[in-house]
C-alpha cells in the first residue's frame, strides 16, 4: 500500500511539468488570450469613493500578491514567451499585477470591474473583449495578456479564478470565449 501512495505521489510532479509544457506551448501557438486575475489584492470590492486615478482609494495588492505578479512574469520570460500586447483594467491592482509580471500594461476599460458601471456598459464592453478575442485568434504566433477581474472572466468563460491565475482563451463560434487551459503561478 505504501508504494502504491509513493507512485502516485511522484508521478503527480511530471503531470504538473506536462501542464506546464502544454500552455507555453499553447502560447507559443498564439492566437490565444491568456486573461489573468489580479494578484492577491486582499478583501472584497473597493472602498465606497474610490477613485480610478487614486491608487490610495482602491483595494491593492500586499506584498505576496506583488511577488506573486513577479513569479507569473518569471514563468512566462523562462519559457521565452513574450506577448505582443500587455492590457489591463484601469483598475490598480490589475495595472500593478502586469507590470510587475511584464513591465508593461496598457489601461483599457473593457477590462474594467463591471461592477463601476451600468448594465449596458457591462454588456458592451464584453462584445468589445469578445471581439478582441476574435481577432488575436486569427494571429499566428502571437497571443495578448489581460489582466482584469473576477467579474469579467466569469462573465466570459464562466467559474470561479484564483488570484493571479491565468486563463488561456481563445474564440469560438460566434465569438464565445473558449476556455483552453489553465495556469496558476505558485
Do not use: K, Y
Amino acid at each position: 500500500m505504501q508504494r502504491r501512495a509513493l507512485l502516485i505521489a511522484t508521478s503527480a510532479w511530471p503531470w504538473a511539468a506536462r501542464a506546464d509544457d502544454a500552455v507555453a506551448a499553447r502560447l507559443a501557438a498564439g492566437g490565444v488570450v491568456i486573461a489573468f486575475r489580479h494578484a492577491l489584492a486582499p478583501g472584497t470590492f473597493d472602498p465606497p469613493g474610490f477613485r480610478l486615478d487614486d491608487c490610495g482609494t482602491q483595494r491593492n495588492l500586499n506584498d505576496e500578491g506583488r511577488a506573486h505578479a513577479q513569479r507569473i512574469g518569471a514563468w512566462l520570460r523562462e519559457r521565452r514567451l513574450s506577448p505582443a500586447a500587455v492590457r489591463s483594467s484601469p483598475w490598480c491592482r490589475c495595472v500593478d499585477t502586469a507590470r510587475l509580471a511584464f513591465d508593461r500594461a496598457d489601461p483599457w476599460l473593457p477590462l474594467g470591474s463591471p461592477r463601476a458601471g451600468s448594465e449596458a456598459v457591462h454588456d458592451a464592453a464584453l462584445r468589445e473583449l469578445r471581439a478582441s478575442l476574435a481577432a488575436v485568434a486569427r494571429s499566428e504566433r502571437r497571443f495578448e495578456v489581460w489582466v482584469t477581474h473576477q467579474f469579467v472572466l466569469t462573465a466570459l468563460v464562466g467559474g470561479h479564478v484564483a488570484s493571479g491565475e491565468g486563463l488561456v482563451l481563445q474564440a469560438g463560434a460566434g465569438h464565445q470565449p473558449t476556455l483552453v487551459a489553465r495556469l496558476s503561478v505558485a
